[in-house]
C-alpha cells in the first residue's frame, strides 16, 4: 500500500526489492525507521551536551546519578540503568570522576564496591543541561500531537518490554 509520505526506507525497500526480488524487507519499515529517529534524535541533543564537554551518554551517567536521590548508585547500577557495558560504564565513571562530576566513596560494608555520587558541579550541570535537553526534544516530536505522541511511546514501550 502507497504511503502518503514516502522516505529513505521506502527508497531503499524498493532498491533491495531490485537486487533480490524475494527478500522480505517489511522489518526495515520498523528497525530502519527506530535507527533513523535515533540518529536525528542525537543531532539535536547531542549539542546541549557537548557544549558542556560532555556525551549523551555521560550526561546519562549524571542524570541516573541525580535521578537516585539519596541511595548512592554502584558502578553496576549504572551500568544497568543506561544499558551499557560495564566497560562502557567504567570509562564514563572514571572521566566524570577526573573532570569533577562524580565522587566515588567505598562501600562501608565492601571495599571492593564503590558508591557514586554527584559533586556540586554535577548536580549543576545535571540542573542546568535537563531542561534544554526536554526542550529539544519536544521540539523534535512537535510535528506529532499529544495523541500520537501517546501511542508512539505505548508502542515503542512494548518493544522494549519485549526485548530488554
Known sequence: MPHEIEDQIDQARREWAAVHPGLDTAPMDVAGRLRMVAAALARVT?????AEGLTRPEFDVLSAVRRGGRAPLTPTGIASATLSSGAATTKRLDH??????LQRTPDDRDRRVS???LTEAG????????????AAE????AALDDGRRGDLADTLRILLRTNP
Open 138 to 141: 519536544q521540539g523534535f516530536a
Open 123 to 134: 548536580t549543576a550541570v545535571v540542573d542546568r543541561l535537563l531542561p534544554q535537553i526536554l
Open 46 to 50: 547531542e549539542p546541549v551536551v557537548r
Open 115 to 117: 558508591r557514586l555520587s
Open 96 to 101: 566524570l570522576t577526573k573532570v569533577g562530576y
